[in-house]
């Protein structure tokens, strides 16, 4: 039967084939016997591999016939070393993905050199040649778990390798939308995975798919987006919300579906995860500082048992906190629906990107001095889409696509108005991590040269709401370099984040803005608006810096801001934005008639006062100038004759003010109560000065 003059030199060799010829037909009948006998030893001993629970009963048929082929094919007469090494790569990517121990395979490869040493025992009669076929087949073995201990080392080195990548990628995201496109690039590269989302609950209650990763991912939120399948949910009073997700999002902790196939809750969804390749998933919830659920990533692996891996379960832990505390720090993104990420960003590609433009006042005296262009989309349908609505589905090369296209039209759009008499700076919001990115600065310079214009027109307002990093020497050097080109810099929405004093600190611009949302609040708490623009105000002058307040809404706030000393005013009571070709209109009809001498309004009354108080502090220890300084007229009083307040409460109030300003009023007492009432007043005369403008606004 075998030829007893062979020798074996190579395991793959001729010598090899030729000894191995004459047993394939044994070894063929003999492995699918073979393989059944070692998971029947495997149950009978307690030490089945977890793995199997995961299959169902035609599935685990499946796989003994697999590993029978494999190991027919492993003592295939014509098998060639790199044949081999392919087919053992394979299977020790599976066996490494299923989360099958390496001592397992040794115990299966143990158990099936003991079936082939009888079978030799039975067929090979050459003591020389049985010999040498133990020998090369003993090779082929020990080669073959070689190669799949290399494939799992490989794969947990991936493993290693995507948390090493998570870890830099969340030191290095801008953005929310560039941190979870990353994180899910990670997850979902990994050998085995299959596709990622990340979803968050929206101001309904409903839990919002954003962002996805993989084609299967893609397919399947299509799918639910479609109703073929129910959406992911958080509600336990809807079937949906008891999967993996909702259970997750409610409890707070990861859960693992090992068999997603098998386990009853995945039924509505079966047909459709089948087809896709579903075999596992983990639901990993994303928790804030308080431990509860601010949104949920869910993975999706193409093998069962694939995240009950060790090295999976670290990797999920640690993902777990990492990401929790880096979305926590960017929930004030809005939630946006995957389907109109992808529509923004589809239209931001075909450059469906409208500028509008909302001036910007001197309120010394109402002259123009500036253009802030504000970028809004057109969609499909005509309508103008808002930037809030898009900005956050945003990541880097989106927002320097957006901020190109921009500064291109507004270029195009400053050239009309030149050409109509109208030739004032231009100002354009720019991301604080373009100062990082040198696509930017080049861009920048590229434009300005095509389009041939002025750089010293072009203002930059960094965004204070993108994340810009630290302001690190380098970013100064190109900020340095735009500055030296004639390009300005200001610091938007001034208040609006403690990093944004900080900047003011550490770099001088040429301008800041204090964020309208702090003085739109002045419709409802007109001291504390007053009081933050007063302070900001003087903070920014107190670097030499100029002011814009942002946000003034009405001629009273208008007014206060020209009062406390703010340099220029933007806001709906001076203009709202408009598109380039109403610009020479409004600027023709435009009329400024704020008095910063002569308040006409409680909350312009306000802000007098309260400057004339600071100013009362200054000179608090110097006796002969109080006196001086409280015998001069009063701003608050041009008000009072304005309104025709003499003798009424505010009069009263503020000629008793002075009175206590002028004497030492021992702990003060009285002064502060005087000072409180006629705050309280002030404030009643502007509320109800809001209410009769509301009033004639609807008549």
Known sequence: MVDASATVTDPYGSAAAQLLRPLEAYIVAMAPDAVRHFYALLSDTGRMPRIIGALSAQEFEQLQVREAQHLVALLAADLGRAEHLERAYKAGAVHRLTDVALDGLIDAYAFYQGRIYWLLQEHVHDVHSREQLLRLIGERMLQDLQAQVQRYSSINTAGATALADLNRHVMSAENLADLVRGALEIFGSLPGSIGAFFARVDDFGELQVEQSFGAAAEAYHHAMEAGEVPRLSVDPLVSAGQGPGGRAWRSGEIVVSDAWLLEADKAPWREVGARLGFRSSAAVPLLDEHGRSIALLSLYAAWPGFFSSGGMQGLLSHAQLLLSSAVERRMSAAVVPLRKQQAYRRLLSERCVVLHYQPIIDLRDGRLVKLEALARMRGADGELIAPQRFLPTFGADELLGLFQIGLEQLCQDAAVLQGGGIEVSMAINFPAAGFADPRYEKAIFAILQRRNFTARRIQLEVLETQEGGEWTPARQEVIQRLRSAGIQIAQDDLGSGHSSLLRMDQYPFDEVKIDGGLVRGALHSPKRAVEFMLYLT???????????????????????????????????????????????????????????????????????????????????????????????????????????????????????????????????????KVRTELLETLTRHWLDEVRAERSREAS
């Open 538 to 672: 003087r903070l920014a002058h107190a670097f030499d810096i100029p002011v814009t307040v942002e946000g003034l809404e009405n001629p009273g706030i208008i007014e206060a801001a020209a009062i406390l000393g703010a340099d220029r005013g933007q806001g709906y009571g001076i203009a709202r934005p408009m598109p380039v070709t109403d610009v020479a209109g409004w600027y023709g009809q435009f009329r400024y008639d704020i008095n910063a001498r002569r308040p006409r309004t409680a909350i312009g009354a306000m802000a007098a006062y309260l400057l004339w108080e600071q100013q009362i502090a200054a000179i608090a220890d110097r006796p002969e100038l109080v006196a001086q300084f409280v015998g001069a007229r009063a701003i608050v009083d041009e008000f009072i004759r304005a309104n025709h307040l003499e003798g009424g409460a505010v009069a009263k109030l503020l000629a008793r003010n002075h009175e206590l300003a002028s004497v030492f009023d021992g702990a003060g007492r009285e002064t502060a």
